[in-house]
């Protein structure tokens, strides 16, 4: 039986208006089509500038979509489209339903590695008390030494941000989960602790889009990998048949 999609993206497009170029357009996405189910993890591959992380941004509505629509399925499974509602409506969605996990940490000035986890936890409707021992379970899965909770996140190493970032995209784990390259800066023993959490996510029915440029990462994560070339979904793969060409895109 075919479970109902998470997230079914119709018909994607965006286009971009280069201001300063003489008004020139630079398309970035066209018509690309495909759906997420529970537990399902999708890989996109493609060389640089095809794409990938435009249609992760349209996704999330960090970027508005030219064309098309985004399907996602909330509470009581009711689908909204993300195409059409309003910046309010996005950030209560993204809150409660969505995380987005990038290879950069962007915080609020003076705020410690605790309160940007706990208050992602917050916006997914957890109490107070609650949401200070998720994050606390949070950043232990990923490895940051307590003496660094309190920490402001600006002083912290590439790779420590890194890990911020990653519990507070999976802290109170969302319906969907985006990410793009979260492994970029980790030292070998974190980047397996990410490895094994993000995996575990996939287990527990987390819906997951991923760009990995790391083909061990592709191969031991996703489900199906969709291959973008030029802003288009050009094919599908299995993960574990990726051809030269792929794995060559997949770096």
């Not at 690309?32 to 349209?58: I, N, Y």
């Not at 030029?230 to 792929?246: C, H, I, M, S, T």
Request: charged share 25%; with cysteine; hydrophobic share 45%.
């Amino acid at each position: 039986m075919r479970r109902d999609p998470v997230l079914d993206v119709r018909l994607l497009g965006k286009s971009f208006v280069l201001h300063a170029v003489s008004g020139r357009e630079v398309v970035a996405l066209r018509d690309f089509t495909f759906s997420l189910a529970t537990g399902e993890h999708v890989a996109l591959a493609g060389m640089s500038g095809a794409g990938k992380s435009t249609l992760l941004k349209c996704i999330y509505r960090t970027y508005r979509p030219t064309s098309g629509e985004v399907w996602l399925q909330i509470h009581a499974g009711e689908y909204v489209d993300m195409c059409a509602l309003t910046d309010a409506e996005v950030a209560a969605i993204r809150g409660h339903e969505i995380g987005y996990v990038s290879q950069f940490l962007r915080s609020e000035p003076r705020r410690g590695a605790l309160d940007i986890v706990m208050k992602s936890a917050l916006q997914r409707g957890m109490s107070e008390h609650d949401a200070r021992e998720a994050a606390r379970l949070a950043l232990t899965r990923v490895g940051l030494e307590p003496h660094l909770w309190d920490v402001y996140a600006s002083v912290l190493s590439g790779g420590e941000k890194q890990r911020v970032n990653l519990a507070a995209g999976t802290v109170h784990p969302p319906r969907l989960l985006l990410l793009d390259e979260p492994l970029s800066a980790l030292d070998p023993e974190n980047r397996e602790r990410a490895l094994e959490l993000i995996g575990s996510l996939t287990r527990r029915g987390v819906a997951i889009v991923s760009i990995f440029h790391d083909l061990e990462a592709i191969q031991r994560l996703a489900t199906r990998v969709l291959v973008v070339e030029k802003g288009r979904l050009v094919a599908e793969r299995d993960p574990q048949d990726l051809d030269e060409r792929l794995a060559a895109a997949a770096r």
